[in-house]
């Protein structure tokens, strides 16, 4: 029987856009994480802490569900690797021991953000790196993405603020998910894109070669485009669809429904 997903944290068995976007954040982490000591707070199921143990020193996940924890211990094994019960407000490692902290996706689950930051500072070493991720409240809960498990979440301007707090050097980067085409400058080439694929046993850099080369030109000034994507998630459904309507049609699906259906208006009566 399949595992049901509560929603509250990505699971190994869920598959689409969130799976893809969790990996992804992973996949920058482990630009920074070779050689180091890294904490992954709300480290869950654990999927995360492991891809990251392949590369560092030495990785600890700390999580607040003690469940999540137990589990996490007898599924990823390595020897950097240990999972621990703590909180964001309360992590349970000694000051100035770690390198590199991730979080990705907690802070919106509690509103102790200020104390959260200040444990961050205690055990970050003093040239520590934060990696944090947290979903814009003007694209999220505005816009009716309601999630139960969300407790306080931050735009744009009050996530930067808060880290501004606490650290002197901070960059910002947006994340979205696409399937699609992408169209880029020379000057930024495929080839020096940082470009990942995976899944949740591995993440591995890919090169994608440029299968097209586009041309504009004209006697006036032309505009640069430095990057142009163009999301395809609207034909991925349509194929998706149209796959499902492929198997329905299929005389192997029509003869195992006519085969069950007795047997499902059995079922449906019991339980009733």
């Known amino acids: 029987m399949k595992k049901k997903w509560s929603g509250e944290r990505l699971e190994t068995f869920i598959y689409g856009n969130?799976?893809?976007?969790?990996?992804?954040?992973?996949?920058?982490?482990?630009m920074f994480v070779k050689g180091k000591i890294v904490l992954d707070i709300a480290s869950g199921e654990g999927y995360g802490s492991f891809l990251m143990s392949k590369a560092a020193k030495k990785v600890i996940g700390v999580d607040i569900d003690n469940d999540a924890?137990?589990?996490?211990?007898?599924?990823?094994?390595?020897?950097?690797?240990?999972?621990?019960?703590?909180?964001?407000e309360n992590i349970p490692l000694e000051d100035n021991s770690i390198d590199v902290l991730v979080s990705f996706e907690t802070i919106e689950?509690?509103?102790?953000?200020?104390?959260?930051?200040?444990?961050?500072?205690?055990?970050l070493k003093p040239n520590g790196m934060l990696i944090m991720s947290s979903p814009d409240k003007k694209y999220y809960s505005d816009l009716q993405k309601n999630n139960?498990?969300?407790?306080?979440?931050?735009?744009?301007?009050?996530?930067?603020?808060?880290a501004k707090r606490h650290f002197t050097n901070t960059k910002t980067y947006f994340q979205n998910c696409v399937n699609g085409s992408s169209i880029i400058a020379p000057v930024n080439s495929f080839e020096n894109l940082k470009i990942f694929s995976g899944n949740f046993e591995e993440i591995y850099?890919?090169?994608?070669?440029?299968?097209?080369?586009?041309?504009?030109?004209?006697?006036?000034?032309v505009d640069e485009v430095e990057l142009f994507i163009f999301d395809g998630q609207v034909i991925s459904n349509k194929i998706n669809e149209d796959n499902i309507n492929y198997i329905r049609s299929s005389t192997t699906f029509r003869l195992g429904s006519y085969i069950l259906k007795p047997f499902i208006k059995i079922k449906n009566s019991i339980k009733r």
Do not use: C
């Not at 924890?69 to 690797?81: C, E, G, S, T």
């Not at 994608?208 to 030109?217: D, F, G, M, Q, V």
């Open 148 to 162: 139960p498990y969300h407790i306080k979440e931050l735009y744009l301007e009050e996530f930067e603020n808060l």
């Open 18 to 30: 969130v799976s893809v976007e969790h990996l992804h954040r992973y996949a920058l982490s482990s």
């Open 109 to 123: 689950h509690h509103d102790k953000h200020e104390e959260m930051f200040l444990e961050i500072k205690r055990v």
């Open 69 to 88: 924890v137990d589990q996490a211990k007898i599924k990823y094994k390595n020897d950097n690797l240990s999972f621990l019960t703590g909180s964001a």
């Open 205 to 221: 850099p890919k090169k994608l070669p440029a299968l097209y080369n586009i041309i504009i030109a004209s006697e006036g000034i």
